[in-house]
């Protein structure tokens, strides 16, 4: 079972809101991604990070930012959300080294469903 | 891209019933994942299949990799209702996995 926890698992937000989700792993992995999904659709990357004090921007253009500070914790920030923010947002996490960058396997949170009207 | 693209996008079948489903992908890979996932939840690692691997089993799960091809599939033997679920595949290679849309899989008891 995957020690990854997000916070909160759902939020309804007034548009123009900041909002931050909170996402933290024991499992001491260096590699963390946020995913953003809308119901019964396809996963798209938002952001990436390879260890602490690196971020990257995934496929998918987004209005939000990443930190990664510690190791076991990468908070995802919007600062004036928007009703186009709807969405599931799914942190993961996964060993660093394997075949390649992206080889191992990854270990994803319940998500955050987050609404703002 | 490297994504995935998973077919059928819905599949229902009678419990007992074996399932098959099919992920092609477009550049060469290290290896292919496939996970699974439950209505409003995260995603679930079911399995890893490597470039060098032709065929890998867990279980009901059996997965084969085609390389030439640029296809896998995964086979889920006498199903079961909790089986319901989306299934995904997973191709990396330099880049973070990058995920297909998923296959539906409904199970009806």
């Known amino acids: 079972e995957a020690d990854i926890y997000q916070t909160p698992r759902y939020l309804v937000i007034g548009t123009g809101k900041k909002i931050t989700l909170e996402c933290s792993q024991t499992?001491?992995?260096?590699?963390m991604y946020w995913y953003q999904q809308d119901p019964g659709m396809e996963l798209h990357l938002i952001h990436y990070s390879y260890g602490v004090n690196s971020t990257e921007k995934g496929d998918l253009s987004s209005e939000s930012t990443v930190s990664r500070i510690r190791t076991e914790h990468f908070p995802l920030t919007l600062e004036s959300a928007r009703p186009s923010h709807t969405s599931q947002y799914l942190c993961?996490?996964?060993?660093?080294?394997?075949?390649?960058?992206?080889?191992?396997?990854?270990?994803f949170g319940e998500g955050s469903w987050l609404t703002v009207v | 891209s490297q994504q995935g693209e998973e077919d059928p996008q819905a599949l229902s079948i009678q419990e007992g019933e074996n399932a098959t489903m099919n992920c092609s992908y477009k550049t060469s890979i290290n290896n292919l994942q496939w996970y699974r996932q439950n209505s409003g939840r995260g995603l679930v690692h079911l399995i890893l299949i490597r470039s060098n691997e032709r065929e890998k089993h867990s279980g009901r799960l059996r997965v084969t990799l085609d390389t030439s091809k640029k296809s896998s599939s995964l086979l889920i033997t006498a199903s079961r209702a909790a089986d319901t679920a989306s299934y995904f595949c997973?191709?990396?290679?330099?880049?973070?996995?990058?995920f297909g849309k998923g296959t539906r899989l409904s199970v009806i008891a």
């Open positions: 499992m001491g992995h260096d590699k």
């Open positions: 993961a996490s996964s060993e660093w080294g394997g075949t390649g960058i992206g080889g191992n396997t990854i270990y």
């Open positions: 997973a191709t990396s290679g330099n880049t973070p996995l990058v």
